[in-house]
């Protein structure tokens, strides 16, 4: 069971605070001190430290620089009231995981305490990860977002299905993870699964590659060939990029799709198959289909299922989370011993657009490893086009900042939505208090 010390001064609050974390199955010991606090820090373990920011002997600063100091991977949420802001983004330097800001929604407290013991269980030092644990890491996703939590929930739900399965999301969020996934705990597990890249096949060679071929039925073919659709029998076959492939090669998957058949190139009889097809594309297929550029007979078969994997821009607040994983994993590899990461090297990584989404945060943790001397990684370690992030050419205007940017989005969101402020977070992909902090800090609100 994780144990949270809770520091507040107010007994409502505290009172509050230590139920909600208690009814979630947490251990949960209240300080009403922070000298207090920081005796149990000394004498006690925790997992993680959930106290307030203004108390009248010593202050959440203190509790987060002793904590620091006797654990410095555990992680420390301040919750601030109203007018300290300023010495929460304090926190946030000095190693606060993250903070709130009162009032606060429960279910965004519980939220952070759940990303926070997530953050402690794969970071701790004291952590060996087995070679099952690790295993299971890199067939699932790393995070806690709330879109990333539905898609763990619908992918559980249609696993043992085995229905046809369309998993849309730009390149490098992870639709191979979460084909993997779905093979894992589908009843087919002990099964082949093939990944395969349909745009990697020239036309005259797909249908041989996919199907097979016989003794003799074109130059070259020497012996009868199995296609991959037969070496799948009674597995899962992956076919990324399929919004690549050719019109040619499409209407022969969709037999396949319907009857389960097929016939190797220059053979007569039919071949029946049972495998369960997962499908990739990186485009959206429901546009592709319309323009004429794929079918939308396929489309149809293939989307019995559809699941859509949001970019890493839409969920900024498993930004930390990832790259501390990628951190300590490369860490192993490499045999480096780098700690952290400097406040403005993660500012610069949660700020960054990321096009190549989860797979280029990756590559760039790695690099940045590799060349950092220190045991913090340092905004001087990530690639040039992290640093100096403060201004972006817009098309037909000077230069802006990227807070104006932000501001003018957040503006135009908000008004989209009829000043609601749920729908407006939702919309940006952020939480509500997230929404609050910056309507606060543009002065929106």
Same mark, same amino acid.
């Given at each position: 069971m994780e144990r949270i010390l809770v520091v507040e001064d107010d007994l409502r609050m505290r009172e509050l605070v230590t139920g909600l974390l208690q009814k979630q199955g947490y251990s949960v010991k209240a300080c009403a001190e922070g000298k207090r606090a920081?005796?149990?820090?000394?004498?006690?373990?925790?997992?993680?430290?959930?106290?307030?920011?203004?108390?009248?002997?010593?202050?959440?600063?203190?509790?987060?620089?002793?904590?620091?100091?006797?654990?410095?991977?555990?992680?420390?949420?301040?919750?601030?009231?109203?007018?300290?802001?300023?010495?929460?983004?304090?926190?946030?330097?000095?190693? *606060?995981?993250?903070y709130m800001q009162k009032p606060f929604d429960p279910d965004e407290l519980l939220m952070l305490v759940k990303r926070a013991l997530e953050f402690n269980r794969l970071f701790s030092?004291?952590?060996?990860?087995?070679?099952?644990?690790?295993?299971?890491?890199?067939?699932?996703?790393?995070?806690?977002?709330?879109?990333?939590?539905?898609?763990?929930?619908?992918?559980?739900?249609?696993?043992?299905?085995?229905? /046809?399965?369309?998993?849309? %999301?730009? /390149?490098?969020?992870?639709?191979?993870?979460?084909?993997?996934?779905?093979?894992?705990?589908?009843?087919?597990? *002990?099964?082949?699964?093939?990944?395969?890249?349909?745009?990697?096949? *020239?036309?005259?060679?797909?249908?041989?590659?996919?199907?097979?071929?016989?003794?003799?039925?074109? /130059?070259?073919?020497?012996?009868?060939?199995?296609?991959?659709?037969?070496?799948?029998?009674? %597995?899962?076959?992956?076919?990324?990029?399929?919004?690549?492939?050719?019109?040619?090669?499409?209407?022969?998957?969709?037999?396949?799709?319907?009857?389960?058949?097929?016939t190797r190139v220059g053979g007569l009889e039919p071949i029946s198959v049972d495998v369960r097809v997962i499908a990739a594309s990186n485009a959206d297929l429901v546009r592709e289909a319309a323009e004429g550029r794929f079918r939308k007979d396929l489309f149809y078969r293939l989307n019995v299922i559809s699941l859509t994997i949001p970019p890493l821009r839409e969920r900024r607040d498993d930004i930390p989370l990832l790259a501390h994983y990628?951190?300590?994993?490369?860490?192993?590899?490499?045999?480096?011993?780098?700690?952290?990461?400097?406040?403005?090297?993660?500012?610069?990584?949660?700020?960054?657009?990321?096009?190549?989404?989860?797979?280029?945060?990756?590559?760039?943790?790695?690099? *940045?490893?590799?060349?950092?001397?220190?045991?913090?990684?340092?905004?001087?370690?990530?690639?040039?086009e992290m640093k100096g992030r403060k201004g972006l050419e817009v098309e037909g205007s000077s230069s802006v900042s990227i807070e104006e940017m932000e501001k003018t989005l957040i503006e135009m969101t908000l008004k989209g939505n009829g000043g609601q402020k749920a729908r407006t977070a939702q919309a940006l992909g952020i939480s509500v208090s997230t929404l609050w902090r910056k309507l606060k800090k543009y002065s929106l609100a």
């Open positions: 920081l005796i149990s820090l000394k004498e006690e373990d925790f997992d993680l430290v959930v106290t307030d920011l203004k108390m009248p002997d010593l202050d959440g600063i203190d509790v987060l620089a002793f904590s620091k100091e006797t654990s410095p991977t555990r992680p420390v949420v301040v919750i601030t009231g109203y007018g300290t802001i300023e010495t929460a983004v304090r926190a946030m330097k000095l190693g *606060a995981f993250d030092p004291g952590l060996m990860l087995s070679p099952r644990f690790e295993e299971s890491m890199q067939a699932d996703f790393v995070g806690t977002n709330k879109s990333i939590v539905e898609l763990k929930k619908m992918i559980e739900i249609i696993a043992p299905l085995d229905a /046809t399965v369309l998993v849309q %999301g730009e /390149t490098g969020t992870g639709k191979e993870l979460v084909a993997k996934l779905i093979h894992k705990l589908s009843s087919r597990n *002990a099964e082949k699964f093939l990944p395969v890249n349909c745009g990697a096949f *020239a036309e005259p060679l797909i249908e041989s590659e996919f199907f097979g071929h016989e003794k003799g039925s074109f /130059t070259g073919a020497a012996g009868m060939k199995k296609g991959l659709f037969e070496a799948a029998h009674k %597995g899962a076959i992956f076919l990324d990029e399929i919004n690549n492939s050719s019109q040619g090669f499409q209407i022969k998957l969709l037999r396949v799709l319907q009857e389960g058949i097929f990628f951190l300590r994993k490369y860490n192993r590899k490499f045999s480096k011993e780098v700690k952290n990461f400097r406040p403005e090297a993660l500012e610069a990584l949660v700020s960054y657009q990321w096009p190549g989404n989860v797979r280029e945060l990756e590559n760039n943790i790695a690099r *940045a490893l590799i060349v950092e001397p220190g045991e913090e990684i340092a905004l001087k370690s990530l690639p040039a």
